[in-house]
Structures are given as structure tokens and as C-alpha cells.
């Protein structure tokens, strides 16, 4: 069974310039979650896709981050304009069910962003 | 409001040696509790978990973690360390009340391991 894919593994874009960056979650998994790893800390959440309904997107930062997550199967992360800031690893997870923390999260690879 | 404390940034043991990462939480309830390990460039894959029962739960890679509700502690164990058991550990909390499925992680402990 394929895990969590994610694309691309790398991305280096210069400041204010437009970002995505895309997840396909393990098959059947309905719930999504997209997490930022800044350097040399946990990963921390930015939105939870519950099927094709953010569920909760408290922690995205709504000037400048967008998600979508279009028939509740592939999602996409998008920033525009990106920062200096923004340079981190970007996660996707999945998991099969929704909203119980008993729910294993299976994570991908994870994008690294380094805005210039 | 939920947390983890991972107090040792990074900690270098030698092949062969046991080895104690360290977790306390901050819940209110007893919590779902994981182990995460994260290898270089890679995603993060599932030690162990504890949901309830025995507070002994043993993982893969000959991991173990015992649950100590006295302690607010889920330490991560194993008896000898190989060396490819160099990564970054990542311990995490999950809420056992309402209807979050969100993870708490802590900031991460880096295991080096000398030959």
C-alpha cells in the first residue's frame, strides 16, 4: 500500500514569489492534516480536513495561506506571497476516520521551502 | 491547554548502550500519548502509543515507552541502541476528551549514536 505522497521534496523561491505545494493521503484515509516543522521543533498544525471540509484551520495564517482539499482526496497548500519566514518543512498526514486522537497519523516525506 | 516538554535537545549514546528520552505532558485527562522518530529527510513513522490499560506499551525497533500518570512522564526506552537508530524522537500528545483528533508534538530530541 503507497503512504502519503507528497510533491515536490524541495522547493527554494525567492521572497513574495507564489508557493504550493501538494499532498495525496493513503487511500480511503478521509481525514488530512497539514503541519509546518520549523527548524528544530515538532511539527505543529496548520489546518485538518475532514473529506473535502476544513475542520479545523485555527493555526493557518489566513492573509497568506490557502488549502484546499477538492473531492475530500488530494489536498494542495498554497502561499502567496511567501517569507522569509515561511522556510520550513511543510507535512501532510492522513489518517482513516475522523476526529478520535486514537486515529494513527501517517505522515509523507514532507516539502522543504526555503524562501531566499 | 495541552503540551509537551521534551527537556534534552540532543543526547549521544554509544552502540550497544540503553537508552531513556524523556517526555512530560500537561492534560487534563489521561491523554493519548505517541513516539514519533523522524530519519534525516524523511516523514515521521509511529514508535508506539498509549491509549490506556497497561502502562507498559512496547513498540517497533525493540522500542518500549512506560506511561506514569504520577510523573505526567512517557518515556521512551531501549535496552541497546544500534546505529541506525540515529534520528530525531518526537513525543505527542492527543486529547482523550471531545472531538479533536489534533497532535500536540514536542520540540524533539536528536539521538546520535557513536560507533
Known amino acids: 500500500e503507497a503512504g502519503v505522497v507528497q510533491s515536490p521534496r524541495y522547493k527554494i523561491i525567492e521572497k513574495k514569489q507564489p508557493v504550493a505545494f501538494w499532498c495525496n493521503p493513503i487511500s480511503g484515509h478521509n481525514t488530512l492534516y497539514w503541519y509546518r516543522q520549523n527548524l528544530g521543533q515538532g511539527p505543529e498544525l496548520l489546518i485538518r480536513?475532514?473529506?473535502?471540509?476544513?475542520?479545523?484551520d485555527s493555526q493557518l495564517p489566513k492573509d497568506r495561506f490557502s488549502a484546499e482539499r477538492l473531492k475530500g482526496v488530494d489536498s494542495t497548500l498554497k502561499i502567496q506571497p511567501a517569507e522569509l519566514g515561511d522556510s520550513a518543512v511543510y507535512l501532510c498526514?492522513?489518517?482513516?476516520?475522523?476526529?478520535?486522537?486514537?486515529?494513527?497519523?501517517?505522515f509523507g516525506a514532507g516539502t522543504r521551502l526555503s524562501v531566499l | 491547554a495541552q503540551s509537551v516538554t521534551q527537556p534534552d535537545i540532543h543526547i549521544t549514546v554509544s552502540e550497544g548502550a540503553s537508552l531513556e528520552l524523556r517526555c512530560n505532558y500537561s492534560?487534563?485527562?489521561?491523554?493519548?500519548l505517541f513516539w514519533y522518530v523522524q530519519s534525516p529527510g524523511q516523514g515521521l513513522q509511529l514508535l508506539l502509543k498509549y491509549f490506556s490499560g497497561d502502562t507498559l506499551v512496547q513498540g517497533i525497533k525493540g522500542f518500549e515507552a512506560e506511561f506514569k500518570r504520577s510523573q505526567s512522564s512517557f518515556n521512551l526506552r531501549k535496552p541497546s541502541v544500534h546505529w541506525s537508530d540515529a534520528a530525531e524522537y518526537f513525543c505527542a500528545v492527543g486529547r482523550s476528551r471531545g472531538s479533536q483528533g489534533n497532535l500536540i508534538f514536542g520540540k524533539g530530541t536528536k539521538l546520535s549514536v557513536k560507533p
Open positions: 498526514a492522513s489518517t482513516l476516520g475522523a476526529r478520535a486522537a486514537k486515529n494513527i497519523q501517517y
Open positions: 480536513y475532514e473529506n473535502e471540509e476544513a475542520v479545523d
Open positions: 492534560y487534563g485527562a489521561t491523554p493519548y
